[in-house]
């Protein structure tokens, strides 16, 4: 029988040291018998009893009414932490069913993806031998009666945060429905991986507010005054940013909390303008997809609006876009006993947003061992998203060739880049044994591309400027005009530039543990042999993210990669300088020898644009010299005194 602690009502719980016994035999037990058949070490064990440890914490104190901090943990990528999450869950399931003078202890897991969601549901019931555990997200929606009965209840990231989203709108059904069941208060959260979109940004151009503004019929002008004179308001304040003289500044705040210059309900406008058949106003004529997606535009602009009239409101300019923006924490901080289990949690700035909220207990540092794996580092510039799409044509082929000639058609390569260039690559494919592309905001914790022994990380996913100040904001509160310019926080000079480094950093580490180097082969935490190719700005950025990668990939093997993402660009001399003329002379002159006095005289250089010409000809390197020599043009330096130096063209 498991061992059990009495706390003040009695709860049931799981041995943490149980536990860890438990998840050593799943963990090294043969497949045909129902195991994982890896190899368990001392480090993963201690690891494994944290876990149990920080479970059994957040249990108690949720019991006892206490608003548990959110629990961080940071077992590394393969060290099991889901398969741990639905061991932990079988055992306090089967506790709950044996020990009937004990309260039961409920357990809700939220995962990133419906498919993570349906497989942590079947191995808690297979483990368990009955089924104690149900999904609940948009592809399988669970019933009141089996949210209200089932010891363990899987959702997805989404599916958590629409729950927290009704409580906004007065609906909390949603939420109840997840955080209690037949036992209470479900006493534990175990959210897999570090939550996405943990910030709903809300944002409105002047643009698309006035094309809101233009489409508003007369009858609904009429009928909502209140909301239509709002709505102008807020165009009028961005434009008169727009037109204000000698405003350079990218940010500045407009309200705070509490201080919006009108208490608006957009709802009825909302509803009103749903209706319009904003095709045939529009273009003229009918097509539903127009029409779905115009109302989409005008319905997520009047949404963004009333947002920043509820919060705080800043005015940003991104380029040619002028806008009105805010946040809020999607979060539901009162979640009973959170314990994430973040594999990038050392890199993840969400949590140190957390402050006094969050705890990070230690973990041991010597549970994985990357040895096996070289990553192969270039450098290069033009990594973001646009430039990607403008410049995918002429840089994949060059990318295959690379690859294809340092691997050879034997290895199974996954490649993550932007969305909007997957089509090229599948236009074009590669010659390897396999060869797969997943995109940045779509990778994430999948497990799909475990068996390949190739990752190459093409692009970079950098984030619109407004992402950090919305993700700080929304965290500790709306900021003053002088953070919005320049962002210090605690020892930051720059807390945004911080941010953004190490969210990319995050991206950058999921992308590349999603290949077989997740597995641990060994008791030294070993992985299989694999490669990563990756290219990364020459800037603190790409040092900030090649910093981060090592700190969670101890052992990692760095070398350099020879390859360059765009061809050598010659540099044309400046038109009118020396340089210039110089070329376009020997293009003039016959084969033979020509003396740097006779190119002196005839090109009229003084005696210091000489010495400088005479310094550029004898770096072989510099663009001018290149050039001459696509012309046959060679530099001959005369050797001793009086000797003439002069250009031989072929």
Not at 257 to 275: Q, T, Y
Not at 398 to 414: H, K, M, N, W, Y
Not at 495 to 505: D, F, T
Not at 645 to 650: I, N, V
């Amino acid at each position: 029988m498991l061992d059990t602690i009495t706390i003040p009502d009695h709860y049931a719980l799981v041995s943490p040291q149980d536990f860890s016994d438990r998840m050593h035999d799943y963990w090294t037990k043969p497949r045909s018998d129902g195991g994982l058949e890896q190899c368990s070490s001392t480090a993963l064990r201690t690891l494994w009893k944290i876990m149990g440890d920080n479970f059994q914490i957040s249990i108690q104190e949720t019991a006892k009414g206490v608003q548990s901090p959110w629990r961080i943990l940071q077992p590394p990528t393969g060290t099991g932490k889901t398969q741990g999450t639905c061991v932990y869950s079988a055992m306090q399931a089967a506790l709950n069913a044996t020990e009937a003078s004990l309260k039961p202890v409920g357990i809700l897991i939220v995962t990133r993806l419906m498919e993570d969601a349906d497989t942590i549901r079947d191995t808690i019931n297979k483990i368990t031998g009955r089924k104690v555990a149900i999904v609940h997200h948009s592809g399988n929606r669970a019933t009141p009666e089996d949210l209200h009965q089932s010891d363990i209840v899987i959702v997805t990231h989404q599916a958590f945060l629409n729950a927290k989203r009704s409580l906004k709108e007065q609906l909390r059904t949603p939420w109840e429905r997840l955080v209690s069941w037949r036992g209470g208060l479900r006493l534990l959260t175990i959210i897999d991986e570090a939550l996405a979109n943990v910030v709903d940004e809300s944002n409105a151009t002047a643009e698309n507010l006035a094309f809101v503004i233009g489409h508003i019929p007369f009858a609904v002008r009429a009928a909502l005054p209140e909301q239509v004179a709002t709505l102008e308001q807020m165009h009028r304040v961005l434009l008169d940013y727009v037109d204000m003289d000698g405003f350079d500044s990218a940010m500045s705040m407009l309200w705070e909390e509490g201080s919006a210059p009108a208490c608006v309900d957009f709802e009825p406008l909302r509803a009103a303008m749903k209706l319009l058949p904003y095709d045939r106003l529009v273009y003229g004529r009918a097509n539903p997809k127009d029409r779905a997606r115009l109302a989409a535009r005008i319905d997520e602009t009047l949404d963004a609006v009333q947002a920043c009239l509820d919060q705080f409101a800043y005015y940003s300019k991104a380029g040619e876009y002028h806008s009105i923006n805010s946040a809020t924490l999607a979060v539901p901080l009162n979640t009973p006993g959170p314990v994430v289990l973040d594999a990038t949690a050392r890199a993840n700035f969400l949590w140190d947003l957390f402050e006094e909220r969050h705890v990070r207990p230690a973990v041991p540092s010597h549970a994985r061992d990357y040895t096996n794996v070289t990553l192969h580092l270039a450098r290069g510039t033009g990594l973001g998203k646009h430039n990607m799409i403008a410049r995918i044509k002429e840089r994949w082929p060059r990318v295959c060739r690379a690859i294809e000639t340092q691997l050879g058609p034997e290895r199974s390569v996954f490649m993550c880049l932007h969305k909007d260039i997957e089509e090229i690559t599948k236009k074009y494919g590669a010659n390897f044994k396999q060869f797969a592309v997943g995109h940045w905001g779509a990778i994430d914790g999948r497990n799909t591309w475990q068996d390949f022994d190739v990752a190459v990380i093409l692009g970079l996913p950098y984030r619109p400027q407004t992402w950090a100040t919305n993700m700080f904001c929304a965290l500790q509160g709306a900021q003053d005009d002088k953070w919005l310019r320049s962002s210090e926080w605690k020892q930051y000079t720059n807390v945004r530039k911080e941010m953004e480094q190490r969210q990319m950093a995050v991206s950058v580490i999921q992308a590349i543990n999603r290949i077989c180097c997740r597995h641990v082969i060994d008791a030294e935490g070993n992985c299989p042999p694999a490669d990563i190719f990756i290219v990364l700005p020459q800037d603190t950025t790409g040092e900030a993210i090649l910093e981060a990668i090592r700190a969670d990939m101890p052992g990692l093997n760095v070398v350099p990669w020879e390859f360059d993402l765009d061809p050598p660009r010659a540099r044309s001399p400046r038109i009118g300088s020396s340089h210039a003329k110089l070329l376009g002379y020997m293009e003039t002159q016959p084969s033979g020898a020509l003396s740097l006095s006779d190119i002196q005289h005839d090109l009229g250089i003084g005696n210091a644009g000489l010495k400088k010409l005479r310094e550029t000809l004898n770096n072989k390197d510099h663009e001018t010299t290149k050039a001459l020599s696509a012309q046959g043009v060679q530099y001959v330096a005369g050797v001793g005194r009086g000797s003439k130096s002069y250009l031989m063209k072929a």
